[in-house]
């Protein structure tokens, strides 16, 4: 049987952001699970925002369905959410939002069926001491919505700008293996 594959991104666009470290993390662990991993970075899809006008006029965007095939040809989901103002970030929402819409003109999967059923998992990033607890929780939700199955296991990296060593490795042995965790469950969950 093939490996499970998990497409892993950040839910920011920034050169520097701390998801992106978590993500590149993430990236490891999922590999060192069995899986294989696809990190991308949201930067390299861009889209407008999110409008129905816009979407009736133009159609879905090129961006749009590069990331609803990739959703669509791997076996799971892994996103890596900063917080802003205790929610996931606009780039993040939006993502999802022009990912969620069907594309009637393509004969490859759109909309809701790139996420049907599928395995998802969560991991935060912040600053701060909750370490993005508050955005996982609005994106679980979100993820539920759009038919995804988010499995239970999650972590927030707190104080992320300091938990990292030289080897882009988490500092902290607990952080480590309930990191690991997360990576192994839904590899298990995707395979």
């Not at 992106?20 to 925002?49: Q, Y």
């Not at 999802?96 to 490859?108: A, H, I, M, N, V």
């Not at 938990?163 to 293996?177: K, M, N, S, Y």
Request: with cysteine.
């Amino acid at each position: 049987m093939p490996a499970a594959s998990i497409l892993l991104f950040a839910g920011s666009a920034r050169s520097q952001a701390l998801s992106k470290r978590v993500a590149r993390a993430a990236h490891a662990s999922i590999e060192a699970a069995g899986a294989r991993g696809t990190l991308i970075d949201l930067a390299d899809f861009d889209m407008p925002l999110y409008h129905a006008d816009v979407e009736a006029a133009s159609g879905i965007p090129n961006a749009a369905r590069r990331l609803q095939a990739l959703l669509a040809s791997h076996d799971g989901l892994l996103v890596i959410s900063p917080e802003y103002n205790g929610s996931m970030t606009p780039l993040l929402l939006n993502t999802l939002s022009w990912c969620s819409r069907s594309d009637p003109g393509s004969k490859q999967p759109s909309g809701l069926a790139v996420f049907a059923d599928k395995p998802a998992a969560l991991l935060g990033s912040s600053p701060g001491a909750l370490g993005g607890l508050r955005a996982l929780m609005h994106l679980r939700d979100l993820l539920g919505y759009l038919g995804m199955l988010v499995i239970p296991q999650q972590l927030a990296v707190s104080r992320a700008h300091q938990a990292f060593g030289a080897d882009g490795r988490l500092i902290d042995e607990r952080q480590r293996a309930a990191f690991d965790g997360v990576a192994a469950a839904l590899v298990r969950a995707a395979g």
